[in-house]
């Protein structure tokens, strides 16, 4: 056990490294190669670019190793409690190692990337996960709001093809925003059910009254307030979403009936 303690705080250590070359070096090389645009940037865009590269491959990486888990770790599924941890504290090291270097980065440029909200979400994440790495509680429950993660790519494309000047009616951006809306309602909204169906069948259970009172309170309090933001958002993606389909299907009905007069 405490030579997997000490695998947990590497995991940690090296998750928070690698996130900072990525943001500091090999965003901005890569970026260069492949967006042209890149160097056009202002510097604020180039922090908040950077910040959201690494936002996007930490998303993939820990999405990918979520889905991992739900389908091959038996002992996690078939008891979501006190279930063996051991591929869940994986998971979730490398996401605190993230949270963490991600936090330094917005205090640090505060300026260009800097959001009172993003600070309190990362706080009350790391505060959740210490029951998940310190006592291996909910293993099943920390792993499955993971899902959510792959929403991220689609967002932060959103911004990239923004500050590229791609407009928000040309098929580059429709398509992301398709996509973004879809993956956003199957992994944060769609999945509402299976996450509640899991935790009512836990609750008043024998496993449930051996969680500690501070644990039970962070995982029912902040299952229900992240999901009332999910569903904010999701509101406010399918309007967006709406309005800019509606929108591209008036330009080619008006360049159709133009044509037709000329």
Request: proline share 3%; aromatic share 18%; hydrophobic share 45%.
């Amino acid at each position: 056990m405490e030579f997997f303690n000490q695998l947990i705080l590497a995991v940690s250590v090296t998750s928070f490294i690698t996130f900072q070359v990525l943001f500091h070096y090999l965003s901005s090389w890569v970026s260069t190669r492949v967006s042209p645009g890149f160097k056009k940037l202002s510097e604020k865009q180039k922090i908040e670019w950077n910040s959201r590269t690494v936002s996007t491959f930490h998303a993939l990486v820990v999405g990918v190793f979520c889905l991992y888990i739900l389908h091959f770790d038996d002992a996690v599924n078939e008891d979501p409690v006190w279930g063996d941890p051991a591929l869940v504290k994986l998971n979730v090291a490398i996401t605190t190692g993230y949270l963490i270097s991600d936090l330094l980065l917005i205090f640090y440029h505060w300026k260009a990337i800097g959001d009172k909200f993003f600070v309190v979400h990362h706080l009350a994440a790391l505060y959740a996960y210490y029951y998940v790495l310190g006592q291996g509680l909910l293993p099943y429950f920390a792993n499955f709001r993971l899902l959510a993660e792959f929403s991220t790519p689609c967002v932060n494309q959103r911004w990239f093809f923004e500050v590229l000047g791609y407009p928000k009616s040309s098929k580059p951006n429709i398509a992301n925003g398709v996509m973004m809306a879809v993956i956003f309602f199957l992994v944060r909204i769609a999945v509402m059910p299976i996450y509640y169906e899991r935790m009512f069948s836990i609750y008043g259970t024998e496993a449930f009254y051996r969680l500690p009172f501070g644990g039970r309170s962070a995982w029912m309090c902040s299952s229900i307030c992240l999901d009332v933001m999910n569903v904010m958002w999701m509101h406010r993606i399918a309007r967006g979403c709406y309005r800019v389909l509606r929108y591209r299907k008036k330009t080619e009905e008006d360049a159709q009936q133009n044509g037709k007069i000329d």
